[in-house]
């Protein structure tokens, strides 16, 4: 027999201001409990020392992650001149060191190439598997090992401060699976001065911003009370990037059901992934063709 998951039916997203020295993991962890929620999960896994967005799903919203660690998101960070690490931040062993400091002008002009469709190498200390095992693992045990250059799509990388001769501020903009500390030391390889992260916030992931994020202390004094639900954001807004659909009264027992039913498309095209909507709830997430939603996902009431 199945186990039952204990907890409340509650569904929607809260934006934590994730502070510094806990893990992702904790977090939602710790907002579950908040709660008393059967299910959560976030949408994009913050290092320990990072800070900033991180959007806890609940519920129905779990669905809905896919599209949020899709979306765009906007990193500010410190980047240490001069110096290389094992991890690329400040947390790992120092591997090498230069006296060489490049000019603001020569960074400025460092950073068109990192823009665009670019190939990254993630960090050694990275959740990537390699051969089912993830590359933190061989690291810390000391293997030597190459990882594979992946895709990321940079919107933007912007020359924000030089604090002093030894850091520089930038923020970026990038798609899915960016990691900052890659762009940090490959910066600093393409300077010839080393580079790694120092501080890391990530100001805005999708519709969500640091800014209207609860802080952990928050948390913990509304934790398991009413008035933590005021913080509680509708699982619509993880589809605040997908199209959406009108569906009929008649339609939404049909797509609760996995089947394909009438929806009013509005600016949709044919084949285009959206999600239907009904008295602005969400009903169902799929494709759209010929005057009809095909369910991929679906969403309890």
Known sequence: MARTRK??????????????????????????????????GHAGTLDPEATGVLAVALGEATKTVPYITDALKCYAFTVRLGQSTNTDDAEGELTGQSDLRPSDAQI?????????DIMQVPPAFSAVKIDGTRAYTR???????????????????????????????????????G??????????????????VVTLRRLWSGPFTAAEGIDLATLDRLA???????YLRPLEDGL??????????????????????????GDVEYGDECWASHQGRAIAVGQYRSGELHPSRVFAE
Do not use: Q
């Open 7 to 40: 907890g409340r039916e509650i569904s929607g997203w809260l934006v934590v201001d994730k502070p510094a020295g806990i893990t992702s993991t904790s977090v939602v962890n710790k907002v579950k409990w908040a709660f008393d929620a059967k299910k959560a």
């Open 108 to 116: 400025k002009a460092a950073l068109g190439s990192f823009v665009g």
């Open 139 to 177: 690291a810390r045990d000391g293997e030597t090992f190459e990882i594979a250059a992946r895709p990321l799509w940079v919107e933007e990388l912007l020359f924000t401060g030089r604090p002093d001769p030894d850091h520089v501020t930038l923020e970026m903009t990038c798609g899915k699976g």
């Open 179 to 196: 990691y900052v500390r890659s762009i940090a030391r490959d910066l600093g390889a393409a300077l010839g001065c080393l580079g790694h």
């Open 224 to 230: 398991r009370s009413p008035d933590l639900d005021r």
């Open 240 to 265: 605040a990037d997908l199209p959406m659909v009108t569906c009929p009264a008649d339609s939404v027992t049909r797509l609760r059901h996995g089947n394909a039913a009438m929806v009013f498309p």
